[in-house]
């Protein structure tokens, strides 16, 4: 008899959960967060683990050791911190996240967490710089993805979270210049779904469940774009109002609930999609997913860690059925972007044969 690991529902979840769940939630960053919620030696090493540095591996111990050293180097020229010794050249990398979370030495708590905020850009600049010398093509990358993610469903099934459906696509070339065509920002690099995967779940009360379990086995929450998230499905407000468990931990939140409201003020066009119906739902987010590059496709010496993003849907089976109806029609969907993008290509000029000029 095979015994599944207990669904991780919201009364059980560590205030770690709690931040990575709102940071989804609502598209924010990293840079804005003033500590991290690793307890263990252990719990570092899975996250490094899932960032694919094996901590025990020298080469990759010595690579965090060189990303740190610009960091505080970034710290130290440009804005003339004192970064501690502890911190610039701790004995384990593992102790600068146990710094940045309050678990050792509480005094260091603020400065490891400025060097790891660095260490996040220098660390992504640096994969970014890799992934235009390496020696792969786009589809190559988005196969790397896809079988990342793949790995993670097929985990969450054994495990027995109910995941109803799963399917992964990559746009084609011709989706793709439609989406660019219809956004205000016609640039290849502005386009986020390339790669997409959207899962659903038997019910709604199992979104942020699955959520947390992907979050243990595919997504490093640092790697989450900001301002990308389209989240019309769960309030965090309500989630935490909702349980017992979350309540407790509410106090000790980086901010306030109030934020949530802040957001609802300033949101911009990231935060709707102008083409959907409007009683369309989903929790949508966009991950800049690291990937092993195969070591043929880079120089000695390199790393071969890089990014590609990826586009996650989450919805529960009920909205997913809603969401195919009336307005809300994928076909729907279409037409309505289609329309918008022939619009602004004819414009004054003239339109393919035997269609009418749209109105205006």
Known sequence: MIVHPPIPLPDHWSLGDLERMRLILRGGSVID????HFQSRDEVDRYLRLCLFEPDDPFDRDRLQRILDEAVDYLRTTFRYAVTEEVAHPRQVQDLFLFASGVSAPKLRRIACLVLKVMHVVHHVEARGLLHRAKVSEDELCQLVTQRVDSA?????????PVISAAGSVKTRHSVITKLLAKKETLAAQIYDRVRYRVVTADREHVLPVLVRLCDLLIPFNFVVPGQSQNTLMSFRKLVQGSKGLQALAAELQAGLHLEDHDRREAGPAQSNEFSGGSYKVLNFVVDLPVHLPERAVEAGDGRIAFCMVELQLVDRETAVANERGENAHLRYKKRQLRKVLRRLSRGLV???GKKPPKK
């Open 351 to 353: 339109v393919p044969k």
């Open 153 to 161: 469903i097929d985990q969450l099934r054994r495990e027995g979270l």
């Open 33 to 36: 967060w003033r500590r991290l």
